[in-house]
């Protein structure tokens, strides 16, 4: 027997309800359902623990570049210009990583998402 459900809505403006389409879309849901999904689901960046284990995560990510500097260096099979190089590249990954870590948080939310779709789907 299926629930009774209820129609709740919103205002948005078209420019809104286009990049919510869009990313519906990505998420491979309809629009309701993701609007459902991100209105009952908490965003990462608003916990204060989900906050500290960023934090954590930026730590470890940072050493661990430097970790794989170090070993480099306390080879000595490398020249000091080499060891700059994968010291600066290093740092750029572990930058360009730290960059886009909400939009990839966001994009696993949107898959787990979808997961818990498709198995509500295939358990109906």
């Known amino acids: 027997m299926a629930e009774d459900t209820i129609t ?34 908490s965003a990462p960046t608003t916990d204060p623990s989900m906050r500290e284990t960023l934090r954590y995560l930026i730590y470890m990510v940072e050493n661990l570049h430097l970790s794989t500097y170090l070993i480099a260096e306390k080879s000595a099979v490398l020249y000091p210009e ?8 290093a740092t750029g990954q572990a ?16 898959l787990l998402a979808a997961i818990v779709k498709s198995e509500a789907q295939g358990n109906g």
């Open 8 to 41: 709740i809505g919103f205002r948005a403006t078209q420019e809104e309800k286009s990049r919510l389409q869009a990313e519906a879309d990505k998420a491979k849901l309809s629009l309701a359902e993701y609007v459902r999904t991100k209105a009952l689901t």
């Open 82 to 89: 080499q060891l700059q190089e994968i010291l600066q590249d």
């Open 95 to 110: 930058g360009l990583y730290v960059h886009r870590l909400s939009e990839n948080f966001a994009r696993l939310q949107d």
